[in-house]
């Protein structure tokens, strides 16, 4: 529709988002922290912390069984990892699609993984790939209290609200 009467009117969805240790290392915070600020989603939370291999181990436990589970656990609790939690409609389909396929030589030009990675074992990022995950994901990374709740000035001219 072309405009909204509020922001009640309007899906919102969080997703939970992680620049890995590869990521930070690289200087690539503030690149990819601006892929998500420009497009339009906002920030609800943020912090940067190495997690334990047993808290990896807790992230990634989907993949238990896969031969390159150990290796993705240790390099996760290796370095410092940035945590955070993003906010807007859609937020959880579309933050996959900026970051782009699993694979970096799968991934398309133009997303962050396709622009900035090279090899699987080294992709960056982590995006939630689902409601499920990323309320599971956001649970397990973040206190309620550490995501915060404001109204941001760009909304009404992002969403088309009144
Ligand atoms: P995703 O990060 O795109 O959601 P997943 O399949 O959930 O991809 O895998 C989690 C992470 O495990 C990937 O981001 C990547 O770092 C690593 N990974 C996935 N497949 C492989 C592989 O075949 N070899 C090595 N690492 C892999
Ligand atoms: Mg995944």
Known sequence: KFECSSMSE?????TFIAIKPDGVQRGLISEILSRFERKGFKLVAIKLVVPSKEFAQKHYHDLKDR?????????????PVLAMVWEGEGVIKYGRKLIGATDPQKSEPGTIRGDLAVVVGRNIIHGSDGPETAKAEIGLWFEPRELVSYTSNEEKWIYGVN
């Open 10 to 14: 309007i899906q919102m969805e969080r």
């Open 67 to 79: 031969p390159f589970f150990n290796g993705l656990c240790d390099f996760l609790s290796s370095g």
